[in-house]
């Protein structure tokens, strides 16, 4: 056998420029699919994660119906020892209260309608990042206690209604009675996420106040958690689940909460098998029509070798070393490259600013860190090797069939 393979090692070297082109174009399929592939991986990540670190968390605690409807009706209290279990578990960053009500808001020039969080803002800074978007020109600030009759929009909405910083708006809502409710409150900052779709509809306000408005005395909607990672999720919510035993109440974990995001990853994730397609398609070709030209070449070298008693079986296995050998060496490169050129825009980033309405729309940010895991390299080793021998199979097997009679008078 490793006589077999010095000698479909020789082989690869008759025509070094021929080699060379076929590595080269198998590395470079490779190469631009794992950087494709990190890019993919890298708007996936940045998608979930700002969606968790603006309005979901890694797992909500709601009163059944909540999710559905966004009614009012269906708030709680808090019971006795929630936040102590919730506490205890390792797997737990932090929590925090929320109160969401549907409202309205309106300024002199227009009105929306929006998704009001009330917040307590010290426990919101724990669980996400709306403190960090909030926007500090210009006089803007988050807000500083649960009981203030501040309001906190985003800068969009803040365009479209026509509001400064210390500016008026009136928020109106509809309270346990179901009778409506208007406040003034003051405009006391501007915040900007990564996704769109939030900053249209969502504004915070303290959740004490919120409380007062409505009516709901201590009562939430519901009890946001972080967790320290997010692959934990199902495992702590049958945890909470099994603790809490409170059947009023339900716990999802953010895939629950985001099924629209579920479908995108699931859908991102088949755009890989599309890459992987592709290059699929290009190592075939190109190590087939090498090989096929490669035996033509030695069609009078292999009468020969058959000739002196070489076994069809020793031929064919030569021609499939030679494919191996040029899918190692254009696997190696391209996943060197890869490799390499996905750590290194893994921490710059790649800026994609130029396309800011559509990447906020996507929810990923403007900029963009690929990340490769290492089951996107061994997928790629194994489809490259398995399509490599696919592709040689045919030439193998033509060789391994070259009668020698033919083969000796073969011009």
């Known amino acids: 056998m490793k006589t077999l393979i010095l000698i479909s090692w020789r082989n690869l070297w008759r025509q070094k420029r021929r080699s060379l082109i076929v590595i080269l174009s198998v590395g470079l399929g490779i190469f631009a699919m794992i950087l494709s592939i990190g ?26 119906g909540f999710q559905d409807t966004m009614k009012l009706e ?16 390792n797997y737990v960053s932090s929590y925090a209260p929320r109160l969401k009500v549907q ?7 227009a009105s929306r309608g929006v998704l009001v969080y009330g917040i307590d803002p010290e426990k919101e800074k724990t669980i996400s990042k709306i403190s960090d978007y909030t926007i500090k020109e210009d006089g803007g600030a988050f807000l500083d206690s ?8 985003s800068k969009s909405m803040a365009k479209k209604l026509d509001l400064l910083i210390g500016d008026k708006l009136v928020l109106m809502i509809q309270d346990k009675n179901n009778e409506i409710v208007g406040i003034g409150m003051t405009v006391k900052g501007f915040f900007q996420t990564p996704v769109d779709s939030f900053d249209k509809f969502v504004v915070f306000a303290g959740m004490r106040k919120m409380q007062e408005i409505t009516g709901l005395d201590k009562n939430i909607t519901e009890i946001n958690i972080l967790l320290k990672d997010k692959k934990d999720v199902d495992a702590v919510k049958k945890l909470l689940i099994s603790k809490i035993g409170n059947p009023d109440l339900e716990i999802l974990t953010w895939k629950d909460m985001v099924p629209n995001l579920v479908s995108a990853v699931k859908f991102m994730d088949a755009m890989m098998y599309i890459f992987f397609s592709i290059i699929f398609i290009t190592v075939i070709f190109s190590i087939a029509n090498t090989l096929v030209m490669a035996i033509m070449e030695r069609f009078h070298e292999i009468g020969v070798m058959k000739s002196i008693g070489t076994r069809p079986s020793w031929i064919f296995f030569i021609v499939i070393f030679e494919a191996v050998n040029l899918g190692l060496i254009g696997l190696a490169a391209g996943v060197s ?34 990340s490769i895991k290492t089951m996107d390299i061994v997928m790629a080793t194994v489809i490259v090797m398995s399509t490599t021998i696919v592709a040689a199979l045919y030439p193998a097997v033509k060789a391994a069939r070259i009668k020698p009679l033919e083969a000796l008078n073969y011009v």
Request: net charge negative.
């Open 337 to 370: 490259m890869g490799t390499i050129c996905t750590m290194v825009l893994s921490n710059v980033g790649l800026d994609f600013s130029f396309f800011i309405e559509s990447m906020r729309m996507w929810g990923t940010g403007s900029i963009i860190y690929p």
């Open 74 to 89: 269906y708030n709680f209290l808090p019971a006795r020892g929630i936040e102590k279990i919730i506490m205890e578990e």
């Open 103 to 109: 409202a309205m808001v309106r300024s002199a020039e």
């Open 39 to 64: 890019l993919l991986n890298g708007m996936i990540n940045q998608a979930v994660e700002n969606t968790i670190s603006t309005s979901i968390g890694h797992i909500a605690i709601h009163q059944k």
């Open 146 to 153: 649960p009981s203030e009759g501040s309001i906190l929009i």
